[in-house]
């Protein structure tokens, strides 16, 4: 459990130096959830882990920088997680791709253009999703979850009624469902965004 | 001078003290030759190949004293030890083999040693590094290769022996193995004779474990020993132990303490390696030696050096005193061993 972004920006600065001293990396992970609002500085609650959503690809002189689904993840990266629960005698899952999934039905449109990086040593670069962007993600686990710590994260995040209406959108195309349709009105209007509300209903 | 330096600083003379130590004991041209545990000849030769690196001089004269004493070896051991040492232990052993063979000295060392070692020594495309860490890597260049040691991928300059050595100091308990070799010849008898002598009552499965034999030649010769009345027998439980009797306990008055060398000697190593330099940051330095004490913890608690390392778990939460303290504790451990 980490009780502060301190805490966060520690682990992930040991897990730097853990693959250092093993001559493993570089990775870049894309890292979303109650750890990304730590890293920039939004947090407001303790977290229990590190989610992962991908790992990132460097652009190339042929390409744009690319996000790639590793679930699990790889195993030099899990093995320097280890050593960091030891050393911080964390859950030994503190480091997990249990967000992963949802690569699978595509994330926000231009999402890796929006993300920002921070370096924890010369093996390991922590990107983060946009306030935007991390909007979309909460919105789909909160409307998921109900009222609780992604409410809470939700709110940490101050989004304006067009930004859950954007996150609310996205999130319709991970779950087309109506059963979930109702759980993002209702989220909605626990947010007092009765036209977003009312647009979702409708749309 | 920084925490980590001082630690590998500390650490690196008390094992190299030991090395020395133990060494000279056996004969090997130094200012000590005294040991007050039992010295492992194998156990000590494998580790020399990396204690070596950080002295060339040790290095050149474990060479010397093979040319001399290799006979005295116990090459079935000495293989056994040796593939439980790193690949690099192995190079090394299989070149140093081959250049006492081209002394002439132990035929049987110089001839069957490579060739249980080949396979890491062919090693295609291996990159040529510098045997000593002292060395800097433009020495290389301008000073003459030694071609054995090139062929082993490692640079250094021609062996130049002084031919010092002499035989292992047969009054110094620390030698006792040898003289278990020479009453009974080398193999599983003189280590089960060697382990009786310097232990109470005990048992076939530990002494094969400690003495890098087998339990089925080590179960045989205590019944041979209880035999011809020169060993007792009882039984604990399911286990029969053994001793020797008290008129052959006699004929060995001063013991040495006996080390669980197989064990204690490579952990030694891996810590130094752990501590030696590296282009890593601070926090990877001690991740590394965390990993390395963690690793270690239970051979640091081998019979006759028993450091307590102790719960490693969450250590970064509060800095790496617990680190220090660990290493500090098996350096004490090490400068004991080796004596004033």
């Not at chain 2, 390395?292 to 019979?303: D, F, I, N, Y």
Request: hydrophobic residues 45%; charged residues 25%.
């Amino acid at each position: 459990m980490f009780d502060s972004g301190a805490a966060v920006r520690e682990s992930l600065s040991l897990l730097g130096a853990a693959l250092e001293a093993r001559g493993a990396g570089p990775y870049e992970i894309v890292v979303i959830g109650g750890a990304a609002l730590s890293v920039i500085g939004i947090g407001i609650r303790p977290t229990k882990d590190v989610d992962v959503l991908a790992l990132r690809q460097a652009p190339t002189h042929l390409s744009g920088p690319t996000l790639v689904k590793r679930k699990p993840l790889p195993e030099p990266l899990l093995a320097a997680a280890a050593t960091v629960a030891d050393a911080l005698g964390l859950s030994a899952d503190w480091l997990n791709a249990g967000p992963a999934d949802l690569l699978d039905h595509g994330l926000p449109e231009g999402l890796e253009s929006r993300l920002t990086a921070e370096s924890f040593g010369p093996q390991l670069t922590i990107w983060v999703p946009s306030r935007g962007d991390l909007i979309c993600f909460k919105t789909y686990a909160a409307a998921d979850t109900g009222v609780g710590r992604h409410t809470e994260d939700l709110q940490a995040l101050e989004p304006s009624c067009e930004e859950l209406l954007a996150g609310a959108a996205w999130a319709r195309s991970q779950d087309p469902s109506e059963a979930f349709r109702a759980m993002l009105v209702g989220l909605l209007r626990y947010f007092h965004c009765a036209a977003a509300a009312e647009e979702i209903s409708h749309g | 001078m920084d925490r980590i330096a001082l630690l590998r600083e500390n650490l690196s003379q008390a094992t190299l003290e030991l090395a020395w130590r133990q060494w000279s004991a056996t004969g090997l041209a130094g200012t000590q030759d005294t040991s007050r545990s039992l010295i492992d000849p194998e156990a000590l030769l494998v580790v020399s190949m990396t204690l070596g690196r950080h002295d060339a001089r040790l290095f050149d004269e474990v060479l010397d004293w093979l040319v001399k004493n290799a006979p005295l070896l116990d090459l079935a051991r000495l293989r056994r030890i040796a593939r439980r040492g790193t690949p690099t232990e192995r190079s090394l052993l299989a070149a140093a083999a081959r250049v006492v063979a081209e002394r002439g000295g132990g035929a049987n060392f110089g001839r069957l040693l490579p060739i249980d070692l080949e396979e890491v020594e062919r090693k295609p495309g291996r990159d040529q590094e510098d045997l000593f860490f002292s060395q800097k890597g433009q020495q290389a260049s301008w000073t003459e290769r030694d071609p054995t040691f090139a062929a082993a991928g490692f640079l250094r300059s021609p062996v130049d022996l002084r031919g010092l050595s002499s035989r292992p100091n047969a009054t110094n308990p620390g030698c006792l193995r040898f003289q278990a070799r020479a009453l009974v010849g080398q193999g599983s008898r003189a280590e089960v004779l060697t382990y009786l002598i310097t232990h109470d009552w005990t048992y076939g499965r530990l002494i094969a474990e400690r003495t890098a034999y087998g339990q089925a030649s080590v179960a045989s010769y205590l019944a041979s020993l209880q035999g011809a009345g020169l060993a007792d027998r009882r039984e604990e439980g399911k286990k029969a132990l053994y001793r020797l009797s008290d008129g052959l306990r006699d004929a060995f008055p001063t013991r040495p303490l006996f080390v669980d060398w197989i064990r204690v000697w490579p952990a030694l190593a891996e810590l130094l390696e752990a501590l030696r330099t590296a282009q890593l940051t601070e926090e990877a330095m001690w991740i590394r030696l965390a990993e390395s004490l963690r690793k270690q913890e239970p051979a640091l608690r081998a019979e006759g050096f028993e450091v307590e390392i102790g719960d490693l778990r969450g250590w970064a939460r509060q800095g790496p005193d617990v680190l220090v303290d660990g290493v500090e504790r098996v350096t004490a451990k090490a400068a004991e061993l080796a004596g004033p």
